[in-house]
T-cell receptor, first 112, second 115 residues
Framework: KQEVTQIPAALSVPEGENLVLNCSFT??????LQWFRQDPGKGLTSLLL?????REQTSGRLNASLDKSSGRSTLYIAASQPGDSATYLC???????????FGKGTRLHILP | EAQVTQNPRYLITVTGKKLTVTCSQN?????MSWYRQDPGLGLRQIYY???????DKGDVPEGYKVSRKEKRNFPLILESPSPNQTSLYFC??????????????FGPGTRLTVL
């Protein structure tokens, strides 16, 4: 059964720093991995989606990488801003059963 | 505007009183799913549907039913709600082209309280 883990569970960094969020998964048979942002009490906003055949995707200050063989993905945020404060979630879509499994998220706080 | 809508956004009900949460998308997506989000447990998939008349159980299907009679709608039905179904519920849709570009779009959420 697929398990998705995100470390750390919470992170506080000063504004302007670059940071990396981690996501690992146990079953490499995936179609894709998607990173989301969730603000308190709100829905999920898609940030980046990486297909299983891709190594990375970039959008603005965000860069997501995927190493399917080792079951790992990272989300790199450059020059962090207070507006980046949110919970970041990763999710994988399984190749075997089309289920989508989420990690529990990393709660990020950018200190002004 | 491309979107996923859910109704109601907030609902307080009592144990055993049947309820339905509606979900609709206007993007002609094939794949739709329901999740619940609970503190400490994260988002868990309840049911998903690859297309009209095709539904499958996710990780936590007990106590829920779904139907997919039309492509755009995917209602979540709680026949006999219990307090342990108090949660924040999200509906999502994606193109359904597994193996290609399958970005998920989420609705705004429905906060359900079962007394």
């Amino acid at each position: 059964k697929q398990e998705v883990t995100q470390i750390p569970a919470a992170l506080s960094v000063p504004e302007g720093e670059n940071l990396v969020l981690n996501c690992s998964f146990t079953d490499s048979a995936i179609y894709n991995l998607q990173w989301f942002r969730q603000d308190p009490g709100k829905g999920l906003t898609s940030l980046l989606l990486i297909q299983s055949s891709q190594r990375e995707q970039t959008s603005g200050r965000l860069n997501a990488s995927l190493d399917k063989s080792s079951g790992r993905s990272t989300l790199y945020i450059a020059a962090s801003q207070p507006g980046d404060s949110a919970t970041y979630l990763c999710a994988v879509e399984g190749h075997r059963d089309d289920k989508i499994i989420f990690g529990k998220g990393t709660r990020l706080h950018i200190l002004p | 505007e491309a979107q996923v809508t859910q109704n109601p956004r907030y609902l307080i009900t009592v144990t055993g009183k049947k309820l339905t949460v509606t979900c609709s998308q206007n993007m002609n997506h094939e794949y739709m799913s329901w999740y619940r989000q609970d503190p400490g447990l994260g988002l868990r998939q309840i049911y998903y549907s690859m297309n009209v008349e095709v539904t499958d159980k996710g990780d936590v299907p007990e106590g829920y039913k779904v139907s997919r009679k039309e492509k755009r709608n995917f209602p979540l039905i709680l026949e006999s709600p219990s307090p342990n179904q108090t949660s924040l519920y999200f509906c999502a849709s994606s193109p359904g082209l597994a193996g290609t570009y399958n970005e998920q779009f989420f609705g705004p959420g429905t906060r359900l309280t079962v007394l």
